[in-house]
């Protein structure tokens, strides 16, 4: 047995070496805290994703559409963020936010597209 100090609440315990926390209630108020900054993580990602999906929405009603990187930019788009890439046998790489999604074409424009099936 020594001293301990507990993680959630700061004060001192008698305790095994691996014990951190002073009793059950401090143990789940830490785990607690925890799990709400690990949501809050996921939650700001989700967040920029469904943004970047509203974006790609909104500036292909249609299925198909071509605009300009100002045109992402200044909806708020963020390019580092998507769900997944689709290669095809060209080379050419696709990006998607959900079901839509987008190709990099040159002088800056990109070709929107949309995907109605779950693809691997
Ligand atoms: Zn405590």
Redesign the pocket.
């Known amino acids: 047995m020594e001293k301990r100090k507990?993680l959630?609440?700061g004060?001192a315990f008698d305790g095994r070496k691996d014990k951190k926390?002073?009793?059950d209630q401090?143990r789940t108020a830490f785990a607690n805290k925890q799990n709400t900054d690990q949501n809050k993580f996921m939650r700001n990602i989700n967040n920029i994703l469904r943004k970047n999906r509203r974006i790609l929405a909104e500036l292909n009603p249609t299925g198909k559409a071509t605009v300009t990187k100002t045109d992402l930019l200044d909806e708020g788009f963020k390019f580092s963020y998507f769900t997944n890439e689709y290669k095809t046998k060209t080379g050419k790489v696709y990006r998607f936010c959900y079901e839509h999604g987008y190709l990099q074409l040159e002088n800056n424009l990109f070709a929107l597209v949309f995907r109605k099936e779950y693809v691997e």
């Open positions: 507990c959630e609440c004060d926390f002073c009793c401090c």
